[in-house]
């Protein structure tokens, strides 16, 4: 699966399960802080990025790093997805 195909399915998973109206998910949106994935939240995505994209994710993975944005998960998809 390539980047542009994993960031729209991430794109449109969180939109789907994580609705904010008052602002527009792009990239670089902010997760944890602007589009409020609360912790619950976290843990359903890694489900979600497990079952979709065949990667797992570790405890030292579900970070503030990892979950910024889009971005940093649609790279940690592919590097993991390429090792």
Do not use: C, K
Request: overall charge negative.
């Amino acid at each position: 699966m390539n980047q542009q195909a994993i960031f729209d399915s991430l794109r449109q998973y969180l939109q789907d399960e994580f609705p904010n109206q008052g602002i527009e998910l792009a990239g670089d949106t902010r997760l944890l802080d602007e589009w409020f994935v609360d912790s619950m939240g976290i843990i359903e995505t890694v489900i979600f990025i497990e079952r979709e994209f065949g990667v797992t994710m570790t405890r030292a993975d579900i970070n503030g790093e990892t979950f910024q944005d889009i971005n940093s998960l649609v790279a940690f998809i592919g590097a993991r997805a390429a090792s």
